[in-house]
């Protein structure tokens, strides 16, 4: 049963976009640069990471989750984000559009709160709970 929800949240992940890799840490784990731009004026990076550890004992999805974003140099632009917080997991969306001296140099809008929903609708629909971690 738990290599089925393994492989159930690995197909809801890559629904996502995202490619997540089974080692010995945690059951499954991802590293995904969503943003590297560069530009004549600078440089932005944005780089999720999540832990997902299926607790037999205890039949939980536990998931720890990590963004990062990074950025050098002068652009003008505008930023958002929303989030909503229910129970204990956050879902969060963002976006951004910059402009360097060339004009538009990148634009982005990802919704960072469907990746842990997917993973619980998994871990529900199989019987077990989600927690984040």
Same mark, same amino acid.
């Given at each position: ?36 731009? !560069?530009?004549?004026? #600078? ?5 999720? =990471?999540?832990?997902?550890? &299926?607790?037999?004992?205890? +039949?939980? /999805? ?33 976006? !951004?559009?910059?402009? #360097? ?5 990148? =634009?982005?809008?990802?919704? &960072?709160?469907?990746?842990? +929903?997917? /993973? ?14």
């Amino acid at each position: 049963m738990k290599l089925d929800l393994l492989q159930e949240i690995e197909t809801q992940l890559a629904a996502n976009g995202l490619k997540a890799e089974r080692n010995g840490k945690t059951d499954l784990s991802v590293d995904a640069e969503l943003l590297d731009a !560069s530009f004549s004026t #600078g440089k932005k990076k944005l780089r999720y =990471e999540a832990m997902i550890l &299926l607790d037999e004992g205890e +039949k939980t /999805v536990k998931m720890y989750e990590k963004t990062t974003e990074t950025s050098a140099g002068v652009s003008f632009g505008m930023s958002g984000e929303s989030s909503f917080q229910s129970g204990s997991t956050l879902f969060r969306k963002v976006k !951004s559009v910059q402009y #360097g001296p060339e004009g538009k140099v990148f =634009e982005y809008n990802f919704d &960072l709160g469907a990746i842990p +929903k997917s /993973v619980k609708t998994a871990a529900q629909a199989a019987g077990w709970k989600f927690k984040t971690v």
